[in-house]
């Protein structure tokens, strides 16, 4: 219940920097905290994997901002525990997968419509990703046996 529960600060956190509003974090951090499904789950009426990985997601959407701001060593570090956090997530609950996929379709877009494409911390979050995403595939025996890789997921991260 309380790893659960460590999410609701770091999407407000994450939320925080991303629209670089406070007001916008806690309203986003009550709404994760209120929900029917957030207040089901933290009760511990429905143990399940989520209750593992979102928190972990939610960390790794906030290192990924923190590597989108830096500069120098920083993005490659932030980068690589963003991923490392993803790849854990995933190992925990597959349906993570679906978040993957979410976010590359905003990288995507951020790419064409922003030219983002010159941007270091893309380039090396993508590498990061397809590295730390593509081993997790191939050693997680769950991942492997239901064929990550050529999931949609593992596809698009491929070909990215």
């Not at 939320?15 to 994760?32: M, P, Q």
């Not at 060593?73 to 997530?89: E, N, T």
């Given at each position: 219940?309380?790893?659960?529960?460590?999410?609701?600060?770091?999407?407000?956190?994450?939320?925080?920097?991303?629209?670089?509003?406070?007001?916008?974090?806690?309203?986003?951090?009550?709404?994760?905290?209120?929900?029917?499904?957030?207040v089901i789950r933290s009760t511990g009426l429905e143990i399940s994997r989520e209750n593992f990985s979102l928190p972990v997601l939610i960390a790794s959407l906030l290192f990924e901002t923190w590597a989108d701001r830096s500069f120098?060593?920083?993005?490659?570090?932030?980068?690589?525990?963003?991923?490392?956090?993803?790849?854990?997530?995933?190992?925990?609950?597959?349906?993570i997968q679906f978040y993957i996929i979410l976010w590359m379709l905003i990288a995507y877009i951020r790419l064409v419509r922003f030219h983002y494409v010159k941007s270091l911390c893309l380039r090396v979050r993508w590498i990061c990703m397809w590295v730390i995403l593509m081993c997790c595939g191939l050693l997680n025996p769950y991942l492997k046996a239901d064929l990550f890789i050529l999931s949609p997921a593992g596809c698009v991260e491929a070909f990215l």
């Open positions: 219940m309380a790893w659960f529960c460590l999410g609701i600060p770091l999407l407000g956190i994450w939320v925080g920097r991303c629209w670089g509003s406070f007001t916008a974090g806690c309203i986003s951090s009550a709404f994760y905290a209120l929900s029917l499904s957030s120098g060593k920083r993005v490659y570090l932030f980068s690589l525990i963003s991923s490392l956090l993803l790849g854990i997530a995933l190992m925990t609950w597959d349906m």
